[in-house]
DNA sequence: TTGTATGCGTTATCAA
DNA sequence: TTGATAACGCATACAA
């Protein structure tokens, strides 16, 4: 290969002295146009500026033999769009948003924009520099899965009129569109349940915080307690501080094993596959001693033993709705205010409760 | 920090109504310098170019002060760097790449990158459509996990001079530097431990490709084979094509039941979770009626009863050596001929064989 | 329907 | 040690 003299390829080192990047100018000299006639054509604006069927074919066809490509960074300099988003999520080796993530990209590539990603690891400090970098790098728009005390970050960015989605969670004040499920429609649906297969004792594990998803969470699960009269010491909420959960969560879950709880709710897939390691290790039986069920759907909720019953949430649809409200705000064609979008997802019934 | 009216963040709102973007024609204005002198000091060529201390003090001053952001687009432009990688692996949401993307995201962070995603679905044809995404976006680099028949695409990018690490798979004949596990090793070492365990009639499962990782995977299994001196009895390879290889292995697995093997090798991670599903759903008896290994580990072989054996691969060290790499070549420090790197995994002994 | 001129924000070259 | 000026490649307002 690297012998052969006529070969493109291999000449490049030689080729790229005498021949620099083809460049529309080039290609205007060469059909002795202006520049601009060629920039019009081949930015496909060529029918908007009236251009001549003629021309623009001759323009196109050299443009193809000389072998032209488009510098986007030139012209993203020019318009301001880069066609990247970027997109923060919690953790990109975490199951569900590597799911999200395959189809948000794969919404992102129907609309033709590439998507950066990075993980927030749920700390704002993180979630704020890397929205930064994001933004300094001139991301056509942000996909962002909000953490703990992230409200004055992104509503900074909003300010500075960053078009952006919040996707999974989100926070009411802000007038920012989100795409989220149904949280409490879900907590409701998963504690009816819970009581139709006549549970008695139910222990929620959720994360402390304010952020949308684990509130509702909660609030449906205390909502439903409260509709089915469930007595104080029928039901209990066991709240998760972000630093170390690990530990407390087996402290909570002991804890629950000896106050007799007869079924456990994992507040989120995490929490789940963490809590289910924990009482796997403690060799607890389940269902017979204890029900499980939990949030999210996961591989390990199939392939342990037994099945563990959980709240599926509808990833397809949130990835998608999150490109078409995203990329209508790029476009400028909505209003970002009001704009959100709320998915019932599905129960999975297996054999854990 | 909401309250303070000095605060740069408060107060963007009222600096961005009357004002621009700030550039560093701003900032030579402001200080009566000329912008080449604000240039250097901003973009830390400073000392290379001696401007004076005092100046260089002045700049960055005021350049805060009037809230100056570098606009990064221009940048690239004029240095032809991005400070993004490309990244293309076969699917994002396979925890193994979303694992691997992880630790990428990291490394590269530590260097300054950012870093763009998009997965193949092991297809040729997408592989090439990504990657030239990739490069027309002008990526400074990419790190990529080849599929079938995506050779000559990677030496045509190479031959463009794009910088390129491949990881996980390589191509021998490529002048491409790679970062892998030592399959060979890896399944050397697994087949040594289930004739150690006594296994007498082994079933190999690996996808039907030339890639290099599932080559050395069955050579190692062949050459362990060979060299324990196994009879062809007492060993066999069953290749899976890729379309439609959930249908194949299912007959796969019920010749494999017929045949009376006492062990199946999963070849990768995809085929050992869905392998394993099909085994559960048979409900085969593990480890009585059948032993099972497979490469990669995953939660699931954690959480499946019994929990799986598995060869881990030393995805950290891949993801640290491969910026090392990448970071080099694109910094012109290594001739990027036969670089590569090749790490030992580890086994995890479990219950399932 | 086509062409001209200018700017996007930087950096690099050269001269002072 | 600093400054003037020319690119980088494209798109667009305006003129012809």
């Keep these: 290969m690297a012998l052969s003299r006529s070969s493109s390829f291999t ?13 529309i100018v080039d290609i205007a000299k ?22 001549s069927e003629k021309a623009s ?43 999200l993530a395959r189809l948000i990209e794969n919404e992102a590539s129907r609309y033709g924009y590439g998507v950066m990603f990075a993980s927030s690891d749920e700390e704002a400090e993180k979630f704020n520099k890397i929205g930064n970098v994001f933004i300094t790098k001139q991301v056509d728009g942000l996909i ?26 989100y926070y009411e004040s802000l007038n920012i569109p989100y795409v989220v499920s149904d949280n409490f429609d879900a907590s409701y649906t998963m504690i009816k349940y819970l009581r139709k297969k006549g549970h008695n004792k ?20 205390l909502a439903c307690a409260n509709h089915l009269s469930l007595s104080s010491e029928q039901f209990h909420v066991f709240k998760l501080d972000n630093d170390n959960w690990k530990k407390e969560l087996q ?25 289910l390691r924990i009482l796997n290790k403690l060799k607890i039986q389940i269902p017979d001693n204890l029900g499980v069920i939990s949030f999210d759907n ?16 509808p990833l ?38």
Tied chains: 1, 2.
């Design 11 to 23: 000449n490049d080192k030689i080729v790229n002295k005498s021949n620099k990047r083809i460049t």
């Design 30 to 51: 060469e059909l002795a146009v202006s520049p601009s006639l060629v920039s019009m054509v081949l930015s496909g604006n060529g029918k908007k500026n009236r251009i």
């Design 57 to 99: 074919k001759r323009v196109t066809e050299t443009a193809k033999r000389m072998g032209y490509n488009p510098n986007l960074l030139a012209r993203a300099l020019r318009t301001g769009k880069t066609g990247v988003l970027g997109l923060i999520v919690a953790d990109i080796s975490n199951p569900f948003f590597a799911t």
């Design 144 to 169: 962002i899965v909000p953490v703990k005390e992230s409200m004055e970050i992104i509503s900074e960015w909003h300010s500075r009129n960053i078009p952006i989605v919040s996707i999974d969670r």
């Design 202 to 221: 139910i222990a929620f594990i959720v994360r402390n915080t304010n952020i949308s998803n684990f509130k509702e969470r909660e609030c449906g699960f």
């Design 251 to 275: 402290i909570i879950i002991d804890k629950i094993l000896t106050e007799g709880f007869d079924v456990i709710f994992f507040g989120q897939n995490m929490l789940g596959v963490e809590g």
């Design 298 to 313: 996961s591989d390990v909720f199939e392939f342990n033993k037994p099945r563990i019953t959980c709240f599926e949430q």
């Design 316 to 353: 397809k649809k949130l990835a998608e709705t999150t490109l078409v409200y995203l990329t209508n705000i790029i476009d400028d064609k909505i209003d970002d205010k009001q704009t959100y979008a709320k998915f019932k997802g599905r129960l999975i019934i297996r054999e854990s409760c």
